[in-house]
């Protein structure tokens, strides 16, 4: 099924893998939202020159919880898994720019915060891989479903920067 157009017409709300267009789902869990550390991942996000298109604060029921991870369905630690995830509001968004999922990874850092090195916002931010504090889409498939998944087309806005050309060439 073909993602509705963003608001300019010219590229799905979905954004277009690697393309400078390249969208990507950032959440702030609901530990990361209780501790404070909104403002401080997005500054991350916004300090590396990546665009935010999407921003919404919602609480996931465990239903949307379940479908979010419904790829870990099988693993021993889902369960807790969804009750955390649907614990507390979440900070929902959308990122854009080149690169936005590989490298919105690598600014969140591995997995684990235990092997998550300094510098990167769980190895800096966060202890235990049941409490990361943040998700990021792990690919352009996973991107393009989770982002149709949280937000409606009209709720992510396409708009141009003039620093853009200072930080992309
Ligand atoms: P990522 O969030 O980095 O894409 P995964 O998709 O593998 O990682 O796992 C999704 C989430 O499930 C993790 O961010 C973490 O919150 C949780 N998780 C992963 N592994 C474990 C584990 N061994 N024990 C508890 N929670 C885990």
């Known amino acids: 099924d073909t993602p509705t157009l963003c608001s300019?017409?010219?590229?799905?709300?979905?954004?277009?893998?690697?393309t400078d267009k390249e969208r990507t789902f950032i959440a702030?869990?609901?530990d990361g939202v209780q501790r404070g550390l909104i403002a401080a991942i997005i500054?991350?996000?916004?300090?590396?020159?990546?665009k935010l298109v999407a921003l919404k604060m919602l609480w996931p029921t465990k239903e949307k919880a379940e479908s979010h991870y419904a790829d870990l369905a099988t693993k021993p630690f889902f369960k807790g898994l969804v009750a955390y995830f649907s614990s507390g509001p979440i900070v929902a968004m959308v990122w854009e720019g080149k690169d936005a999922i590989?490298?919105?990874?690598?600014?969140?850092?591995?997995?684990?915060?235990?092997?998550a090195v300094p510098g990167t916002i769980r190895g800096d931010l966060a202890i235990s891989v049941g409490r990361n504090i943040c998700h990021g889409s792990d690919g352009?498939?996973?991107?393009v479903h989770e982002i149709?998944?949280?937000?409606?087309?009209?709720?992510?806005?396409?708009?141009?920067?003039?620093?853009d050309e200072w930080i992309v060439s």
Do not use: C, H, Q
């Open 43 to 50: 500054a991350r996000f916004e300090n590396k020159g990546f």
């Open 148 to 163: 149709a998944n949280w937000f409606a087309p009209e709720e992510v806005s396409d708009y141009p920067r003039s620093l």
């Open 28 to 30: 702030i869990k609901p």
């Open 102 to 115: 590989k490298t919105g990874r690598v600014l969140l850092g591995a997995t684990n915060p235990a092997a």
């Open 140 to 143: 352009p498939e996973s991107a």
């Open 8 to 18: 300019a017409g010219k590229a799905p709300f979905t954004g277009v893998p690697g």
